[in-house]
């Protein structure tokens, strides 16, 4: 569940950039991109896999947290560097797949990869639905504040299910 709703969630945040400020959408676009790389490669290469497990948490609140400033529809070099940086807090995948991993038997780890690939990207999908459906009834920013407000929640309603999968996993290794 945390693979793919709260990412999903934010990607639905990310389709409402071109009815939210449709001449600087691309601009938006491409700082998320840019995030997401940066988040990506510093996550991925300068933190060793324990400081990726500490910081999962606070990366996949990153990833939704600079969106509740489009509520105050902030200035077009405000919103841009708020989605360059939650575009870094995709790199919450990173720790999540690598706990996957570590809960999966070896026999089934491609079809888990699979599903969670395919779960995630069904979740961009029906995030940017969600995300287009509140638009159709409430401003852009409005739609864009209260997906994101929702992917935090879900990140800190489900955190206590991620520490517990982790401590089962850790409880099983030294037994």
Do not use: K
Request: proline share 5%; glycine share 10%.
């Amino acid at each position: 569940m945390n693979l793919w709703v709260p990412n999903g969630l934010i990607v639905g945040c990310e389709a409402l950039f071109i009815s939210y400020a449709p001449h600087n959408a691309g601009v938006f676009l491409a700082a998320g991109s840019a995030g997401m790389l940066f988040g990506d490669l510093a996550v991925g290469r300068l933190f060793t896999a324990e400081q990726r497990r500490r910081y999962a948490f606070a990366l996949r609140l990153l990833l939704a947290a600079p969106y509740l400033l489009f509520a105050v529809h902030p200035p077009v070099l405000v919103a841009t560097a708020a989605v360059f940086i939650a575009g870094a807090g995709f790199a919450a995948t990173l720790p999540l797949q690598e706990q996957l991993l570590e809960l999966t038997p070896d026999p089934v780890r491609g079809q888990v990869q699979g599903v969670e690939s395919a779960g995630r990207m069904t979740w961009q999908g029906i995030g940017a639905a969600i995300a287009g459906g509140i638009a159709q009834h409430f401003t852009s920013g409005t739609a864009i504040t209260f997906v994101a407000a929702v992917s935090i929640a879900i990140t800190v309603f489900s955190r206590p299910f991620v520490v517990r999968a982790r401590a089962v996993r850790v409880q099983a290794a030294n037994a």
